[in-house]
């Protein structure tokens, strides 16, 4: 037998079928929020202004800092195992991607 796990990006704002997923950072922080082509579109435009007056800054290379798990998140480890326990292809370090987050939440749920 054999599992097919199907992940589906919605619009954060609309709950349309997302087409990608966009990253953007403010007040030091960053976000990212997945979007149709045409929200996608009205965020960058929205933005364009202050890019264009802004000024870009260097990257500092890797910043460590610890983040607290909420009570809705999952340690990456207990993510990571059930994820090689259902024939998922994951690293054992770095980032746990947001598409393998939500097929653990959805068979977990």
């Known amino acids: ?5 199907i992940v589906q ?11 990608e997923s966009v990253t953007f950072g403010l007040d030091g922080r960053s976000f990212e929020i997945d979007l149709t082509a ?7 435009g929205l933005l364009a202004p202050y890019i264009a007056a802004g000024r870009g800054q260097r990257s500092r290379g890797l910043q460590r800092r610890s983040v607290a798990l909420t ?6 480890a207990t993510i990571r195992a059930w ?4 024939g998922y292809a994951v690293s054992t370090r770095g980032r746990v991607s ?12």
């Open 1 to 5: 037998m054999s599992t097919r796990t």
């Open 9 to 19: 990006l919605e619009d954060d704002l609309t709950g349309e079928p997302a087409d």
């Open 38 to 44: 045409s929200s996608a579109e009205e965020l960058r």
């Open 71 to 76: 009570e809705q998140e999952v340690d990456p």
């Open 83 to 86: 994820a090689q326990s259902n």
């Open 98 to 109: 947001r598409e393998l987050r939500e097929a653990y939440k959805s068979a977990n749920s």
